[in-house]
Nanobody
Framework: QVQLVESGGGLVQPGGSLRLFCAASGFTFSSYMMAWFRQAPGKEREFVAAISGIGGWTSYEDSVKGRFTISRDNAQNTAYLQMNSLKPEDTAVYYC????????????????????WGRGTQVTVSS
C-alpha cells in the first residue's frame, strides 16, 4: 500500500535551516507529482511547494520563494524540502502528499488534488 513518511522537523531559531524528508513506498514514485503542504494551529492546510515526477518542474508558494527548495531522488523514493532563512511564521506541521493522477499536475496547489498524505512533521521556528 502507499505510504508516505515525513521526517526532519524540529525546533530551530529564526534564520536557521532544516531539511525535511518524505520517504515513499507502495507506488512508482517517479510517475507522480509530489508536494509539501503545511498547517499552522487554527489555520487551513496550505500549499508550500510541488515537484514533477521527473523533477524538472517545481512551483512554490510566494512566501517561501527564494528560501525553500523542493527536490526528489527517484532512485531513493524520497522527496525533500530544504528550508533556509526560517521565520516564526513558518511554524507548522509539514505534510508530504502524492498527486492523485499519474504524470498529472492538475490543480497542483489544491489539497483536493492529492489523495495520499503522510502524518506530518512539526517545524517550530522560535528563539
Amino acid at each position: 500500500q502507499v505510504q508516505l513518511v515525513e521526517s526532519g522537523g524540529g525546533l530551530v531559531q529564526p534564520g536557521g535551516s532544516l531539511r525535511l524528508f518524505c520517504a515513499a513506498s507502495g507506488f512508482t514514485f517517479s510517475s507522480y507529482m509530489m508536494a509539501w503542504f503545511r498547517q499552522a494551529p487554527g489555520k487551513e492546510r496550505e500549499f508550500v511547494a510541488a515537484i514533477s515526477g521527473i523533477g524538472g518542474w517545481t512551483s512554490y508558494e510566494d512566501s517561501v520563494k527564494g528560501r525553500f527548495t523542493i527536490s526528489r531522488d527517484n532512485a531513493q523514493n524520497t522527496a525533500y524540502l530544504q528550508m533556509n532563512s526560517l521565520k516564526p511564521e513558518d511554524t507548522a506541521v509539514y505534510y508530504c502528499a502524492r498527486h492523485k493522477y499519474v504524470t498529472s499536475a492538475s490543480d497542483y496547489e489544491s489539497r483536493e488534488s492529492y489523495n495520499y498524505w503522510g502524518r506530518g512533521t512539526q517545524v517550530t521556528v522560535s528563539s
